[in-house]
């Protein structure tokens, strides 16, 4: 959410912004509606002084002995003036948050000017996509032979989106989880938490969830709660409307199922696990001072690109322009993987800047060096997502005879097991 001081004072930078995104978004509405306010504020004020010096009138004239009933008809009168007032100012106000709420972040300077995903940049490449001797197999089909997933079965009890683990199938899923959680935490100094999987809906709000993806959200009515849709929203909520008591950076990792409608979603990428409505993920979630919260960006890509590489994975990286950066995000860094069977390179993680755009809307903040309570600067990245993870290792260590070789770093995990061996 923005300060509205951006509104009042920086309104044609705020319209650049909008357009650069591609955001159709009616500034001036929430300009009109915050001067509204702001009028009836000062009316009511100045009618407050006026009854307080009829009062103090009546009062006289009573100690004279002298008819007040003029006076105090004034007084009434002044006084359903006032709640009018207010009663106005209190609906601007509020119409006025409702559109805020609905403004997208301002991109940072850095982040390129774009329309879509095609002008995003890549700015670096790791690992060399694997050369066959073979037509690469698609994981659903290696899934299906070697019995790791049984996607009829889950569509049947569930709907389509949705699949079941199976046998070695679902040990790699566990083994995954834990090789990111002891990766983060072990070595990149990350507090693990397991967070709630549902949240309400100012929980939601506060990262920026609702009420712009309302309609992607699985939600409960008979408890107005939500799945949540990723780690970073219980994680962030850690600290809502709270002022933060320890030193910052506060570095924190979680695992969840995250559920998505993602609605009118359709085509190849629905087959298999590549865009599913429940799938696992390691969270990466900073707060972190303003004066240093892009350099613990990079530092939160790379913590994420360190999965891929342990893991053997080709993968690059991509700065994501204007016109691709999600609701909430200032800039981003898009993580991509190579899964051949696909052909295609895959997303598996989004490392995101928020500057204070979520601590202003769920009222996080720290006390900054002169003491004084501020917003932080919140980040989050994943560590990574699970299923296109899944797939990527699957389609990358496949072998001419079947199996799938699991890569070195990941085999403790697995008792040891070096390959996927088709049942006999």
């Known amino acids: 959410m923005h300060d509205i001081r951006v509104i009042r004072e920086r309104i044609e930078d705020l319209r650049a912004a909008l357009r650069a995104r591609g955001a ?18 000062t009316e009511a004020e100045a009618l407050k002084n006026e009854r307080n010096v009829v009062s103090k009138e009546i009062g006289a004239q009573r100690k004279a002995g002298r008819d007040t009933a003029e006076r105090q008809a004034a007084v009434r009168a002044l006084g359903e003036r006032i709640a009018a007032l207010d009663e106005k100012a209190r609906r601007a106000e509020a119409e006025r948050d409702a559109l805020l709420l609905r403004v997208p972040n301002i991109p940072h300077a850095s982040v390129p000017v774009g329309k879509d995903a095609a002008d995003n940049v890549v700015v670096r490449t790791w690992g060399r996509p694997r050369e066959f001797s073979f037509e690469p197999k698609p994981h659903v089909e290696l899934c299906e032979r070697l019995r790791l997933v049984d996607f ?10 949705f699949h079941i683990y199976t046998g070695v ?7 995954l989880i834990q090789f990111m959680l002891d990766l983060h935490t072990q ?26 993806m309302a309609e992607d959200m699985y939600f409960i009515p008979s408890d107005g709660l939500y799945l949540v849709p990723t780690a970073e929203v219980p994680v962030t909520n850690i600290f809502r409307e709270e002022i933060m008591a320890g030193p910052l950076p506060v570095k924190m990792t979680a695992y969840t199922p995250c559920f998505r409608r993602e609605a009118g979603s359709a085509g190849r990428e629905t087959r298999g696990l590549i865009r599913v409505h429940q799938f696992d993920k390691v969270e990466l979630v900073k707060f972190v001072e303003p004066e ?23 993968y690059r990286v991509l700065l994501l322009c204007t016109g691709d950066l999600s609701f909430s995000a200032a800039k981003c860094y898009d993580i991509e993987i190579w899964a051949p069977g696909q052909k295609a390179w895959l997303e598996v993680s989004s490392c995101s ?11 996080i903040r720290y006390r900054n060096a002169q003491g004084k309570p501020a917003f932080v600067h919140t980040l989050n990245g994943s560590g990574v997502a699970l299923a296109r993870l899944f797939v990527a290792l699957l389609e990358n260590g496949q072998r001419a005879d079947g199996s799938v070789e699991i890569p070195e770093r990941l085999r403790p995990y697995l008792d040891g097991r070096e390959r996927i061996e088709p049942p006999a």
């Open 187 to 212: 070595r990149h100094g990350y507090l693990e938490v397991s967070p709630p999987f549902v949240c309400n809906a100012a929980a939601m709000t506060g990262t920026g969830q609702l009420p712009k």
């Open 152 to 161: 009829a079965r889950a569509a049947r009890m569930t709907g389509a989106g």
């Open 353 to 363: 800047n928020f500057e204070d755009f979520q601590a202003r809307r769920a009222g």
């Open 292 to 314: 240093t919260s892009y350099d613990e960006l990079e530092s939160l890509v790379r913590d994420a690109e360190d999965v891929l590489q342990a893991l053997e994975v080709p």
């Open 24 to 41: 159709a978004v009616d500034v001036d509405a929430i300009a009109r509606l915050d001067a509204e306010r702001r009028q009836a504020l």
């Open 169 to 175: 199938g679902a040990r790699l899923e566990r083994a």
